[in-house]
Structure formats: structure tokens, C-alpha cells
């Protein structure tokens, strides 16, 4: 009777078993998930790439607005100081003259802001963008590392 016990017991594992291998995973689905991944990873590159290389633009298109804003401020105030210059003999010399100084002391701080904005050295995002090709070449071996021996069989 042990025998039988047995051999009843093994046949109830092994019909467990066998129940449970309806959910065993093929090579075929490692090998579609590989390939999700590795789309995925291209996609994520991608798009890191382009937010670097949009920063990057928008940074220096930001400074140009600027300089071009202060070009454009500076322009009126030297038109003012210009239309100052030619009233200050018709009228009181003494008011005039402190309000074309301080116009030209203005003038003089967004021409030296300009300078400034101007040899601000434009964002280099590269080594960024060197940096996310790098760490998704990582993620690929990963993914390879991880379905390589199935890839095998």
C-alpha cells in the first residue's frame, strides 16, 4: 500500500504539473518582450536627445530675446537723449543736462548688460546627449544580458 501511496502522490504532482504549464512563458514571448523593450529604449532615447537638443536652442534663443529687448530699450533712450540734446538750449540747461546724464548712464548699463548677455557661451547639451546614448546602450545590454540564453536554446 506504501507503494501505491506513492505512485498516487507522484501522480498528483505531476498532474499539477502539467495543469500549471498552460502558463509557461515561450521563447517567443521573451523574444517579443525583448523586442518591446528595446523599442522602448529607442523611443525614451529619442526623446531625451530631442529635450536636450530643444533646451539647448531655446536656451540661446532666449538670450538673443534678451539682447534683442535691450537693443531695443537702449535705441529709444539714445533717441530721447538725442531729442533732449536739441530741446536743451530752448529750455532750463540745468534740468535737462541731469536728465540726459542719467539717460546716458542707463545707456551705458544695457550697452555693458548686452556685452554681457552677448559672451554668455552658448549651452552645450553634447556631453548631455553623449551621457543618454551612453546609459541607453547600457539598457540594451541589459536587456540582451537578460534574454541572451534563451536566445541560445
Known amino acids: 500500500m506504501n507503494y501505491f501511496s506513492k505512485l498516487f502522490f507522484a501522480l498528483v504532482v505531476m498532474a ?14 521573451v523574444s517579443k518582450q525583448k523586442s518591446k523593450s528595446l523599442k522602448a529604449v529607442a523611443k525614451a532615447e529619442k526623446e531625451l536627445v530631442d529635450l536636450a537638443n ?28 538725442k531729442r533732449l540734446q536739441g530741446v536743451e538750449a530752448n ?11 542719467n539717460l546716458k548712464t542707463r545707456s551705458k548699463r544695457m550697452d555693458a548688460q548686452i556685452l554681457k548677455l552677448e559672451s554668455v557661451p552658448k549651452e ?13 546602450q547600457q539598457l540594451r545590454g541589459q536587456v540582451n544580458e537578460m534574454t541572451k540564453n534563451v536566445e541560445s536554446n
Open 91 to 101: 529750455t532750463t540747461v540745468q534740468a535737462t543736462k541731469g536728465v540726459v546724464s
Open 16 to 29: 499539477s504539473a502539467f495543469s500549471s504549464c498552460k502558463s509557461l512563458v515561450t521563447a517567443q514571448d
Open 54 to 81: 530643444l533646451k539647448e536652442k531655446y536656451s540661446e534663443e532666449t538670450v538673443k530675446a534678451q539682447i534683442a529687448a535691450l537693443k531695443k530699450q537702449r535705441k529709444t533712450i539714445d533717441k530721447d537723449i
Open 124 to 136: 552645450n547639451w553634447q556631453a548631455t546627449v553623449e551621457k543618454i546614448k551612453s546609459e541607453m
